[in-house]
């Protein structure tokens, strides 16, 4: 049995990450950041269920995750005084403090 994606400690653990690259603009991206995290959180888990369910195949998940990871950066991104380079850089960091639990969660290398 896989273990389960617990979503508000994966959340709270990429947010951590986020807020160290955005620093000082933290007040400003942080009811976003929060909302995205979340959202790729429980991304990540319904493709957990679907692999379970026997509905997604490898590539379809990891088509997915690249799906919702560039969602991420680009909502991060159109904040005002925001970059993309900055974005990438935050969702990096959001997503290494989660990439092995989440892959180990879901049984495939995602992230």
Known sequence: MMASINVEQLVTAMLGA??????SRWPEVRAFAKSESR???QNMAEIQSMKLAGE???EQAKILTKMHRRSMETVLAALEGVSL???EQAVNAAI???????????GWALL
């Open 85 to 87: 380079a900055l974005a």
């Open 56 to 58: 997604i195949t490898e």
């Open 18 to 23: 986020a807020q160290g690259v955005f620093a």
């Open 39 to 41: 959202s790729f959180v």
């Open 96 to 106: 290494a403090v989660v990439r092995n639990t989440i892959n180990n969660a879901i």
